[in-house]
């Protein structure tokens, strides 16, 4: 493209929000073959709320000022999410004595000279706890089904029960997820959460290929592979996990309503978090090329 069209096309992307660190962004966009969907904060609006409490002996006031005293020194959204739904209930959180965030996974922290743990299935199996009944995992499995992240909780290394949130689909994904596959591109999304509630987001959304259970530092490894197979690949993402993949990818793309590290790592961002964006970015680039010729 000469850099008459570069300036011009750059010029109507900025006025939609869509601002481009360099003309070979807009350049490279044209020819994309997969857009690969980051799920919290991306596809979702990243806000989840606490739904549901389950816990096996405790009072649940208890077990919700453990687990909260547990999630405050954690920055992840998840964690927000719960701490606010914990002092909404009017229970005062505890300090913890000790705290680690295991990215991925969850948090473990000791509280009152208790052990406590919250996070994934994985994280209780590498911890060998143990108590967890048959009907209970029905009950886990059923509310991952309707899209929402179940976080296991174990405490003193005996499973405790469990902390549910939702994280709704933001307004336009469906649509904007249905234009890209309409424009030949195959979308697929990618998210540290668990298979069920994954794909019970993908099922909203109108996306089939999710890939779940993503660690933080293999995000980047899932768009090489793509690229192995001689696909050129768009990234969307917001959060810091995303930003070796937004660096990996032929073009990486930062919800302008995510972190700052995504959007450094990103050669496009998204000021509104729109994924309609993604098509408009992927057809102005076809534009622009397309004058040239
Ligand atoms: P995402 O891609 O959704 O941001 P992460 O890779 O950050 O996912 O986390 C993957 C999973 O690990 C989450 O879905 C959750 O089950 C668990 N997890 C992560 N952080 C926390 C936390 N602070 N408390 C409880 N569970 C957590
Ligand atoms: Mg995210």
Not at 15 to 35: C, M, P, R, T, Y
């Amino acid at each position: 493209a000469t850099p008459t069209s570069i300036m011009a096309g750059s010029g109507r992307a900025a006025e939609l929000g869509i601002l481009f660190k360099g003309g070979e962004q807009l350049e490279s966009a044209h020819h994309i073959d997969v857009v690969m969907l980051d799920k919290t904060g991306t596809v979702t609006e990243g806000k989840p709320s606490l739904t549901d409490v389950f816990t096996t002996t405790l009072d649940e006031a208890e077990f919700l000022r453990l687990v909260g005293g547990a999630e405050r020194n954690s920055e992840h959204p998840l964690a927000e999410a719960i701490v606010h739904g914990v002092k909404d209930r009017g229970i005062s959180l505890p300090q913890a004595e000790q705290f680690e965030a295991i990215p991925g996974y969850g948090v473990k922290a000791m509280i009152e000279g208790k052990s406590i743990l919250v996070g994934t299935q994985r994280l209780m199996k590498m911890n060998e706890i143990a108590g967890q009944e048959d009907a209970w995992l029905e009950v886990v499995a059923d509310l991952e089904g309707q899209a929402k992240t179940v976080m296991l909780v174990a405490i003193d290394g005996v499973f405790a029960g469990w902390v549910a949130v939702a994280d709704s689909v933001k307004a336009t994904s469906k649509a904007a997820i249905a234009r890209l596959q309409a424009m030949g591109i195959r979308v697929m999304m990618m998210t540290g959460d668990n298979q069920r509630t994954a794909d019970a987001v993908g099922r909203q959304v109108g996306v089939a290929d999710v890939l779940a259970q993503v660690l933080p530092e293999d995000k980047a490894a899932h768009v090489k592979k793509q690229q192995d197979q001689g696909l050129r690949v768009a990234m969307v993402g917001d959060g810091i996990n995303d930003a070796p993949a937004l660096a990996t990818a032929d073009i990486g793309m930062a919800m302008g309503t995510g972190t700052d590290v995504a959007m450094e790592a990103a050669g496009v961002t998204l000021m509104s978090g729109d994924l309609h964006h993604v098509a408009n970015t992927i057809l102005m680039s076809r534009k622009t090329m397309g004058n040239i010729k």
